[in-house]
């Protein structure tokens, strides 16, 4: 909890929440995701989400892309870029979690 205070003190909000978003929740849910699709070791269950997702997540990328292409990134302002990148994302991490809801539930 200090070294998260002490991220919060030193840089703006936007990079704390991006750090802490990250690094206490991203990658442990990652983890946890991975440990329950696959119940396998750590690396060997990770190659194997890549391998699953990584066309979604292609899908994504390209989508936020053309959303870049499409509107005029000239103007809008950091934020709003962090907006749609997050919603490109965002399509992912759902079919990963509905997967899980549904092993959970079996």
């Known amino acids: 909890m200090l070294v998260l205070l002490g991220v919060f003190l030193i840089t703006d909000l936007l990079l704390s929440f991006a750090l802490y978003f990250t690094f206490w929740h991203a990658i442990p849910s ?19 989400y890549v391998r699953a997702s990584y066309l979604y997540w292609a899908i994504s990328a390209l989508a936020f892309i053309v959303l870049l292409m499409v509107l005029d990134v000239q103007n809008l302002q950091v934020i709003e870029l962090l907006v749609y990148f997050l919603a490109a994302i965002t399509f992912p991490h759902v079919m990963i979690m509905s997967r899980i809801e549904s092993l959970l539930e079996s």
Do not use: N, S, T, V
């Open 30 to 48: 990652l983890k946890d995701q991975i440990h329950l699709l696959y119940r396998e070791p750590f690396l060997i269950g990770l190659k194997r």
